[in-house]
């Protein structure tokens, strides 16, 4: 018998961004799949499914892993945080089951979208997002950095806003640094910043800065940057907070 696999995107740490249909495939699932603190995010699902934790880095083997499941009729769900199709383990799994076992082409495949890091920071700030924009990753895990280079350059050359994901880890000190230093060969000293950590999350802090204020914040893997257009704006309002906006008109 042939199961299911759905692919959950949990939403950026509150429970109250996971979407009513991801939660109705956690609490059908017979197994959870996923990196151990996104398993630590659905620890309330009852009744309790099989938990199966794994190393962040292994995503094609958690995604063979999971369609073999499916494969022998479990109902599976993977779980990502924020977006599973941004920067996540859908790609993995649709990839898998493109390239892989036969098998796993007879799974029922579902992908349940979630509100990704991006736009959950933003809200936070304001609506810095409101105009084009482009997201990029600034891992070089998985992608060589001579491409983040000249994405990031072309981004900001078309004067996207650009949201940062993976800005810096313990692997990965001088990364943010050599990014700062692109942006500024095309955008203003001012150009609004938003920093923001752990949002949705306990401890989440958010920062409005400047471009020329950024060698001063720290970032982490916890954090995501968007940096402004070369019309983005912020401002303070009567109650001490800062907002930044990116317009949608021109002049
Ligand atoms: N699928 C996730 C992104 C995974 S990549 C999503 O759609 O949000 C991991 C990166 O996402 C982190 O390094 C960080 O840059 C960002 N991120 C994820 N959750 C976050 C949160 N709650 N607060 C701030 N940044 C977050």
Redesign the pocket.
Known sequence: MTGRLTVV?L???DRAYCSPEATAALARATDLVGYGPYLAMVDDVDPPPARHEFDNREEAQRARFALDLASEGRDVVVV??????????ATAVVEAVGTGDDRYRAVELQIVP?????T??AARAGAPLGHDFCVL?L?DVLKPWPVVEQRLSAAVAADFVVA????A?RHRPWQFGRAVELVREHRKPGTPIVV??????PG?HITVTTLDALDDVSV??????IVGSSTTRAFHDGNGRDWVYTPRTYG
């Open positions: 995107g939403g950026p740490g990502s945080s924020g977006d599973p199709g941004v920067f996540a383990m979630g509100i990704t890091a991006a959950a920071a990753s891992s940062l994901y993976n800005p880890s923001a950590r752990d949002v949705g999350r989440e982490d893997m916890r954090t995501i940057v």
